[in-house]
C-alpha cells in the first residue's frame, strides 16, 4: 500500500511460501529499490549455494546460522548481520531453528507477489 510516498504492507497482508524443505520466506515491504524479506529456517536446512546481483543485509533475529562465503565459514547468532555484495558466492545452512531478516536492494523481481 502507497501512501504519500510511504510503502506499507501491513504483516497480516502477506502470506508466507515454503520454496524448499525447511525454508519459510514472507515477503514483507518493498518498492523497485528495496525489498524486506523474513525466512524461518528449520535445524538442518541447508540452502544451495547461489549468487544475485542485489546487495544482501542479513540480520539474525533468533537462532543459528552457519554463512559460507568463498570457502569462508562464519557462525551468525541472535543479534548478528552482515552486507553481502552483489555477485558474490554464498550458502546458508540452519544450526538451529532460525528466524532471519534480508534487506536486499534493489527489489529482487523474482521474490515480489
Known sequence: M????????????TTASSPEP???RQ???YNQNLMLVRHHFLKGWKGTS???LHEQLVYIVRGRIQFDSN????????GDSLIVKGNVEHQAAALED???LDVFAPCREDYAQ
Open 2 to 13: 502507497k501512501e504519500n510516498g510511504v510503502f506499507y504492507t501491513p504483516t497480516n497482508g
Open 50 to 52: 547461489h549468487r544475485h
Open 71 to 78: 570457502g569462508e565459514m562464519i557462525e551468525l547468532r541472535a
Open 27 to 29: 515477503v514483507l515491504a
Open 22 to 24: 525447511g525454508m519459510q
Open 98 to 100: 532460525s528466524e532471519v
